[in-house]
């Protein structure tokens, strides 16, 4: 079993990922600031993976642009990074554009300089398709033109070209980079789920707070796209499917010749915004009340991944529908209605 270090483990995907490689019987060290994130996700990780994971998660507070945080948390060896720290707001990005330069990228490059320092070649990077920009041909492949729209899709272009730099520079890198596409959902028990600052950007953490009560309703961005029912549609992956397609990321990195992969991570399943409403209003039997109002900015009509390359070379698929996205999402949103506040 592997030693890894798993940066920004605190947060929404990372902490559910945590939970499946302790579960695969992995070591692991999480470096995260809490930026945007609790410890308390990490207690619970423990507490869920049980006393044959006592001691097989560390966990330091750090920055992944700190040269000697990462030191720390390299000290022990190494065999592969999980790197998902990073920010990750849209509109945030917009206004901070050098703020999420420094995280994304100049972080991401610390990472990499203390990787070469200690030996460890291996990294798994969380991608996103919103590198796609506005894409021409849906279902999506990894081939598309790479057209990001805003700051901080340019820095996950970004860090994908120094990783794919780095590679051909020098013998033995192993690299997956895995562009996600809508993590949503939470894990089964309620226990661990998305817990998103201030209002939330995203669809899926709106509806279930417009279900528990916190909001009054949901403005839906747009009903007259070119979709079947007028909403936009995305491709929305249960996060506990998008976690065990990290283990599998691992374990074909680790076992396989070096190489550089570059793999969606989706269900290859559409869904429009009408759907979720529906879909979380049966999951929650709670009402979710919304109005069609203007399209938001930089928005795609629709964007569903082909996962056909992922589910080729790391043998993994989707197993979760949009139905256990909603039940599990609301199981962690109706017993914690703040978040790892409550
Ligand atoms: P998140 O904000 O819940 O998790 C990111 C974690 O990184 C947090 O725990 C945060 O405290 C930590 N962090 C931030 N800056 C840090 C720093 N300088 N040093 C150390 N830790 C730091 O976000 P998430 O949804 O779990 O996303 C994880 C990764 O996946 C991010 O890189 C994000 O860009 C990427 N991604 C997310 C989505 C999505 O919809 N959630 C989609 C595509 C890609
Ligand atoms: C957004 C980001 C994307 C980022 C992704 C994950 C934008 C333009 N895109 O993607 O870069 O990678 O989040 O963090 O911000 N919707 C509503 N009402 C809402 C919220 C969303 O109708 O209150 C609709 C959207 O118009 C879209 C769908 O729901 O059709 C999904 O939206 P969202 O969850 O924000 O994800 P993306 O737009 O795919």
Not at 78 to 83: F, G, L, Q, Y
């Amino acid at each position: 079993m592997a030693k890894l270090l798993i940066t920004g483990g605190a947060g929404f995907i990372g902490s559910h990922t945590c939970l499946v490689l302790l579960e695969a019987g992995h070591s692991l060290v999480v470096l995260d600031n809490f930026d945007n994130s609790s410890p308390e996700s990490l207690r619970r990780v423990q507490e869920l993976a049980g006393p044959a994971a006592a001691d097989a998660l560390k966990v330091i507070k750090g920055d992944v642009r700190s040269s000697s945080d990462l030191e720390r948390a390299l000290a022990g060896g190494c065999d592969a990074v999980v790197h998902f720290a990073g920010l990750k707001a849209v509109g945030e990005s917009v206004a901070k554009p050098l703020l999420y330069w420094d995280v994304n990228v100049s972080g991401s490059r610390e990472l990499l300089a203390a990787m070469r320092a200690c030996g460890c070649r291996t990294i798994v990077f969380s991608s996103s398709a919103t590198l796609y920009g506005l894409p021409e041909v849906v279902p999506i492949c990894e081939t598309a033109p790479i057209k990001p729209i805003n700051p901080y899709g340019q820095t996950k272009a970004a860090v994908e070209q120094m990783l794919a730099d780095i590679a051909t520079s020098e013998a033995g890198w192993r690299i997956a980079c895995l562009r996600y596409f809508n993590p949503v959902g939470a894990h089964p028990s309620g226990r661990l789920g998305e817990d998103p600052n201030g209002i939330p950007n995203n669809l899926f953490p709106f509806v279930s707070q417009v279900a528990v009560g916190r909001r009054s309703r949901l403005s839906v961005f747009g009903g007259d796209w070119p979709t079947p029912d007028g909403s936009g549609v995305r491709d929305y992956i249960h996060v506990m499917d998008l976690a065990e397609g990290h283990r599998a990321a691992v374990d074909v990195l680790l076992a396989e010749d070096p190489q550089l992969l570059t793999l969606n991570l989706g269900s290859g399943q559409g869904h429009s915004v009408l759907e979720v409403v529906a879909a979380f209003e049966a999951a929650s039997g709670q009402a979710v009340p919304y109005e069609v109002v203007a399209r938001r900015p930089g928005d795609a009509a629709s964007s569903v991944a082909d996962p056909s390359l992922a589910a080729q070379r790391l043998r993994w698929r989707t197993q979760r529908g949009l139905s256990e996205m909603c039940r599990d999402g609301w199981a962690w949103q109706s017993a914690n209605p703040q978040g790892y506040a409550s």
